[in-house]
């Protein structure tokens, strides 16, 4: 009888030794189960937004991965509408040559004193257009970059000889421009001008 009582008795011990176990074992399971199911849902949260930059790796279990996006600079800064400007001026200056009347002297201006002088036609109007807008590339350049001048880099220093080169070619442009408008007589003055636009070209080059 005592027999039977002790084999009873190791059968229950065991069973209960046997649910303790199990109980653990679920219990270490939760966590991972858990975590699993977090990183599920995160997942369907970013496909949900239709977000096609996420990769989902689903065969390892991994985690999502956010690609990066690239850098897109603005279209338009303060330093692009400086550069900008600058190039205008060039291609203003270009046309005002390519439309310079036969009338205009450069050599011999005696010989043409007596003509008639265009004073509002096309050349004469993007002349004024192209000094102004090498007004504006100035003005741009000493509010967006006032602080690369430096003299103690030295004359030769890129910034200083863009500036340099930049602001002695608007002003060669425009006392050209100045100089015909104010003569009531044919004046030589396009060399002065197209060293003033290749001053300027300089000066973008130096910085391109």
């Given at each position: 009888m005592k027999g039977i009582q002790f084999m009873i008795a190791a059968v229950l011990c065991f069973?209960?030794?046997?649910?303790?176990?199990?109980a653990q074992d679920a219990a270490i399971d939760l966590p991972l189960a858990s975590h699993a199911y977090v990183k599920d849902y995160e997942s369907f949260k970013l496909a949900a937004a239709n977000d096609p930059e996420v990769l989902v790796n689903k065969?390892?279990?991994?985690a999502p991965a956010v690609k990066p996006t690239p850098f897109?600079?603005?279209?338009?800064?303060g330093s692009k509408v400086h550069q900008y400007l600058g190039l205008g001026t060039i291609v203003l200056a270009a046309l005002t040559a390519a439309t310079a009347p036969d009338s205009e002297c450069e050599a011999n201006c005696a010989a043409v004193a007596n003509q008639p002088r265009q004073t509002n036609g096309t050349h004469a109007h993007l002349a004024k257009a192209t000094v102004a807008m090498a007004a504006a590339t100035i003005v741009t350049g000493l509010i967006v970059h006032w602080d690369d001048f430096k003299l103690s880099d030295g004359f030769t220093d890129?910034?200083?000889?863009?500036?340099?080169?930049?602001?002695?070619?608007?002003?060669?442009m425009a006392y050209a421009v100045n100089k015909s408008k104010n003569s009531a007589?044919?004046?030589?003055?396009?060399?002065?001008?197209?060293?003033?636009?290749?001053g300027m070209l300089a000066a973008i080059k130096i910085t391109w």
């Open positions: 069973t209960a030794q046997s649910g303790t176990a199990s065969s390892n279990g991994a897109e600079p603005p279209l338009i800064t890129p910034d200083n000889l863009h500036i340099m080169l930049g602001v002695t070619g608007a002003a060669l007589v044919p004046v030589s003055h396009a060399g002065i001008a197209e060293m003033g636009a290749l």
